[in-house]
């Protein structure tokens, strides 16, 4: 099993920046790819980021590209999601996940993803 726990979330105003943070324990001998979701209230799971196992490859939404940044420390078991240039819009539950290496399907889609955390808040103020 594996468990990732998010941190970073806040209230910022529009313009500013966060740092998400999503911290793998458990079984971290697998090369999992990892990604970051969305969950506005009321609305469906977003696809937002994703990167694959040793960081090489990086994949955005096109509603944050140029925004936010993915990146990843295998020493430290962690993934990043640098979040710049707010906007009210970005405001969401956001939640990593972790999928086998095994699985080829398109990172945007979630149930491709085995393991998710539980999410931290992100609410962008106008």
């Known amino acids: 099993q594996l468990q990732l726990v998010e941190s970073g979330g806040g209230l910022v105003q529009a313009g500013g920046s966060l740092r998400l943070s999503c911290a793998a324990s458990?079984?971290?001998?697998?090369?999992?790819?990892m990604g970051w979701f969305r969950q506005a209230p009321m609305e469906g799971r977003e696809f937002v980021s994703a990167?694959?196992?040793?960081?090489?490859?990086?994949y955005y939404a096109d509603s944050v590209k140029g925004r936010f940044t993915i990146s990843r420390d295998n020493a430290k078991n962690t993934v990043y999601l640098q979040m710049n240039s707010l906007k009210p819009e970005d405001t969401a539950v956001y939640s990593c996940?972790?999928?086998?290496?095994?699985?080829?399907?398109?990172?945007?889609?979630?149930?491709?993803?085995?393991?998710w955390g539980q999410g931290t808040q992100v609410t962008v103020s106008s």
């Open positions: 996940a972790a999928r086998l290496p095994s699985v080829r399907s398109s990172y945007r889609y979630p149930p491709s993803y085995a393991y």
């Open positions: 458990g079984r971290t001998n697998s090369s999992y790819a």
């Open positions: 990167i694959d196992w040793d960081g090489v490859y990086t």
